[in-house]
């Protein structure tokens, strides 16, 4: 008589498989505890906010769009503000690209002292931005500023800095570019893990330089520039810290330094209209969102992935 072996249990296997689940929700759960905590519940209740009329102190009453309706038709500040965050945004995101990607190609190289250099840039990164601020207020300031004076040197009368409507946004844009240091250092990274074979062969075909950086460098860290522009843009709308360091909180001068997040800062905690500024936010939202929807679609004509294949 033939004796057929029973067939492995299953039992095992769905024992581990679910055991591995649990532990797997075990390590998350913080983050999402986290999560709907501290951002998922405080963004609802923000948008509730923003139908209502609320003083931070009494009860918040209804008003529907009455928030949306003012902010767009008869609020006297929110189109300047987000004039100059644009402003401040399309300046800096590109410069900030730029400036990190000439530096990233700089010290990629093998070169004596590559690692203090490196480490050069990336130090200012490190530096708290209320520190940096003040660091800026001392450097721009018109009379005894290091930079007006430097300029004087070439006979250039340098602006006022921060007491100019003209200059004011520039100087916040200039400490921005001071740290860039984060971005290089991903850019690094990025070209130093790029193929040689691939440059040698760019090489023996004639190839300069020139052509070998934009045609073969640039495309393969296209992953890193859309990480930092998507980073960057966000981060530019949402400019803050410089903002209200550098004016000491006035946003000025002459409301010309006024951006939409120390705007919402100021109806929230200064004119307690709680209900206003948690439109003015959720309307930030949605202008990062369409702005990024926008950086996302775009990626498909000009990010490349190395192990993508394109018909």
């Known amino acids: 008589m033939a004796i057929v072996a029973a067939p492995p249990s299953r039992r095992p296997v769905r024992l581990r498989r679910r055991r ?171 070209l130093q893990s790029v193929p040689p074979e691939l440059y040698e062969a760019a090489r023996l075909d004639g190839a300069g330089g020139a052509q070998r950086f934009w045609r073969i460098s640039v495309p393969l860290v296209t992953p890193v520039l859309f990480f930092n522009l998507i980073t960057g843009m966000i981060a530019a709308f949402q400019v803050f810290s410089q903002v209200y360091v550098l004016t000491d909180g006035k946003s000025g001068p002459s409301n010309a330094s006024l951006m939409l997040v120390p705007y919402v800062y100021d109806n929230a905690f200064r004119f307690y209209h709680m209900g206003y500024a948690s439109a003015l936010a959720w309307v930030l939202f949605l202008i990062i969102m369409i702005f990024s929807a926008g950086v996302l679609r775009s990626s498909r004509a000009w990010v490349f992935y190395e192990s993508e294949v394109r018909s």
Request: no cysteine.
């Open 20 to 190: 591995e689940k649990w532990i797997f929700y075990a390590f998350v759960s913080p983050w999402l505890l986290g999560f709907v905590v501290f951002t998922a519940v405080p963004m609802l209740a923000s948008l509730w906010l923003s139908f209502t009329d609320w003083d931070s102190f009494s009860t918040p009453r209804f008003v529907g769009l009455a928030n949306y309706t003012q902010l767009f038709t008869e609020d006297p500040l929110f189109w300047p503000a987000l004039r100059h965050t644009l402003y401040f945004a399309v300046a800096s995101v590109p410069l900030s690209l730029l400036i990190a990607l000439a530096l990233a190609n700089l010290l990629s190289r093998p070169m004596p002292g590559a690692r203090f250099f490196r480490t050069v840039v990336y130090l200012p990164a490190l530096v708290p931005l209320v520190a940096s601020a003040m660091i800026f207020r001392w450097l721009l300031a018109p009379e005894t500023g290091p930079v007006n004076g430097f300029l004087s040197w070439f006979g250039i009368d340098g602006p006022a800095w921060l007491l100019d409507e003209d200059w004011v946004i520039p100087a916040i844009v200039l400490l921005s570019l001071w740290q860039v240091g984060a971005g290089t250092i991903l850019l690094i990274a990025a």
